[in-house]
């Protein structure tokens, strides 16, 4: 089906993936097109509009305020990997704010599948955002009656496939992760820019990432992923209550850890427990599992990915490449 701006989305249609489809590596500091898909197309409440067509309005509030919510969604292979959870959390953050999602799951279901066959993809990543809407000036949200849906698909891998091999360094930042009491970490608002400033400072010290701590002292997160250490055979990572996000990979490496026998503990971990681990490792739908070997200037453990990380690893992707729902079905 020829796709033209602004095809409306009421009659859904398969469309055959190109057979040169990849993903490609997308290094956070080199300057790239902003989806990496040729023609691109861009879902917008309904409708699609190629990638220079895609507007939203400056009174906006989610570019106003921050005023809205996203979910970031991978899919390999044909298939989007975890949707049902992503959405259950999307629907989550909105019921916290008190943001009306102006369409139900399944609607919200093949509006990404279909975001994804518009654009013949087969491995990526989906940025689904639901902004406040139009409304005025005023920071009062009862100003806007129509909150939007965009729905972006992209070609991305966070790091090239050598961090995977090697590892990551990461520093930690003065920059404290958001209080519960002011803006719980649970609600993956548009209102992101705790992290950006977290993000700086990694810049500024030339790390790969930056270590989040919580008020109390205690390791929260990194900018964009969850922090898992591993000690004797053991895995600990922080609680959601120390600030860290209710993590879909995260849960993930909950349901691996089992399957390999290994427990897993939900505690307090301070920067202390990070520089004595034997093996770290961070999670997130952009970055998956990929090892740490240096944190503040020190190896952790021999400096090279471990063998439980390692094999922690091998699983996801084994589980990328056979589960999830499908695109072309």
């Known amino acids: 089906m020829k796709t033209t701006d602004a095809t409306v989305l009421d009659k859904l249609k398969t469309h055959e993936p190109a057979a040169d489809a990849l993903v490609e590596p997308a290094i956070e500091s080199r300057p790239r097109a902003a989806t990496g898909v040729k023609e691109a197309k861009i879902y ?70 279909e975001t994804i066959r518009q654009n013949h993809l087969r491995d990526g990543y989906i940025r689904l955002l639901v902004t406040r809407g ?10 806007c009656k129509c ?31 958001s209080n519960p009491a002011a803006l719980n970490p649970a609600v993956k608002s548009l209102n992101y820019l705790n992290n950006v400033m977290a993000r700086i400072e990694a810049n500024l010290a030339n790390a790969d990432e930056a270590l989040m701590l919580n008020d109390a002292g205690n390791v929260a997160e990194c900018t964009a992923d969850n922090v898992f ?40 971990i301070t920067r202390h427990d990070i520089f004595v681990a034997d093996e770290c490792f961070l999670t997130g739908t952009a970055a998956e599992i990929i090892p740490v070997v240096k944190a503040d200037g020190r190896l952790i453990g021999n400096g090279k990915p471990g063998p439980i ?19 072309f079905a």
């Open 147 to 177: 909150p939007s849906v965009i729905i972006i698909a992209a070609m991305i891998a966070l790091y090239h496939e050598s961090f995977y091999r090697k590892g990551l360094t990461i520093v930690t930042c003065a920059t404290r992760r």
């Open 309 to 327: 990380t390692t094999r922690t690893m091998a699983r996801f992707r084994q589980m990328t490449r056979e589960t999830g729902t499908p695109i």
């Open 134 to 143: 139009i409304g005025n000036l005023g920071l009062n949200p009862m100003q």
């Open 44 to 113: 917008i409440d309904g409708k699609f509009y190629s990638e220079a067509s895609a507007k939203v309005s400056v009174f906006d509030h989610g570019l106003l305020y921050g005023d809205g919510i996203f979910e970031g969604i991978r899919f390999y292979n044909g298939r989007v990997f975890r949707l049902e959870e992503h959405l259950s959390r999307l629907w989550d953050s909105a019921r916290s704010i008190c943001l009306e999602i102006p369409m139900t799951v399944r609607d919200m279901t093949e509006a990404v599948l």
């Open 229 to 268: 250490v591993i000690k004797r055979g053991q895995i600990f990572t922080p609680p959601i209550t120390a600030g860290a996000l209710r993590g879909i990979t995260r849960g993930i490496v909950f349901e691996i850890a089992a399957e390999l026998g290994i427990k897993v503990l939900e505690t307090d």
